[in-house]
């Protein structure tokens, strides 16, 4: 079983768009992320949720709005693409407490906006 | 959050010891050193977490001196598989997860 899944790998779009990424982890965990990977190849946390409510949103456009409907599931949907949200999205979710704890990613959605 | 400095690339022969050293003199009392590894199209894998001293499991070791100024991820025998970006991160679980962005990373190239 997969314990981080996000849909679609791949999503190719025109500029204007507005397109949606899922993400579900069968982990139990309480924390959620989405991380936006850019071509360059930095990694850069854009939100945080736990137990459903936002905890960490970094400095990301409002086109970009994350929905939570319950622990297992943090969507990603993104209004009125641009050229610049050409990147990999990666969802991962963690454990919130705890002595040290790992975060386990998916395996990416790449993003094209043409 | 802790900022962390790493080689930017390395290259080894199949069969060695490679080190990756990381520095990240502002670590915080509570902060844990993670290492992450990035295989090309896929997303970041934990390796190996440490406080203090040495971790070892059975992918790699971790060296953390007293000061906990730096730390060392050290991959034994490497194979051509280990061809990977590795990320170091320092930081610490709290009500907002553990978020942390990943810097550059150490991009590890294995050659035979």
């Known amino acids: 079983d997969t314990a981080v899944s996000q849909t679609p790998k791949y999503l190719v779009t025109q500029m204007g768009n507005d397109k949606s990424i899922k993400c579900e982890q069968n982990l139990g965990h309480d924390t959620m992320y989405w991380y936006k990977q850019d071509s360059k190849k930095f990694l850069k946390i854009m939100f945080s949720?736990?137990?459903?409510?936002?905890?960490i949103n970094e400095t990301v456009p409002n086109r970009f709005s994350p929905k939570s409907p319950d622990k297992a599931h943090l969507n990603l949907h993104i209004n009125s693409l641009e050229l610049g949200d050409s990147a990999v999205y990666f969802c991962?979710?963690?454990?919130?407490?705890?002595?040290?704890?790992?975060?386990?990613f998916g395996q990416g959605t790449r993003l094209t906006v043409v | 959050l802790a900022k962390t400095t790493q080689p930017i690339s390395m290259d080894s022969y199949e069969g060695q010891e490679v080190n990756i050293t990381c520095s990240h003199n502002n670590i915080a009392t509570n902060d844990y050193i993670t290492w992450y590894q990035q295989f090309p199209s896929q997303g970041p894998r934990f390796i190996i977490q440490?406080?203090?001293t040495k971790v070892t499991n059975e992918v790699a070791s971790l060296f953390i001196p007293a000061d906990r100024k730096s730390s060392t991820l050290s991959l034994p025998r490497v194979s051509l598989s280990d061809t990977a970006v590795y990320y170091c991160l320092v930081g610490r679980p709290s009500n907002s997860g553990y978020a942390l962005n990943f810097g550059k990373g150490t991009s590890l190239l294995v050659t035979p």
């Open positions: 440490g406080y203090k």
């Open positions: 991962a979710s963690s454990l919130s407490k705890g002595p040290g704890t790992e975060a386990f």
């Open positions: 949720y736990n137990n459903k409510e936002l905890i």
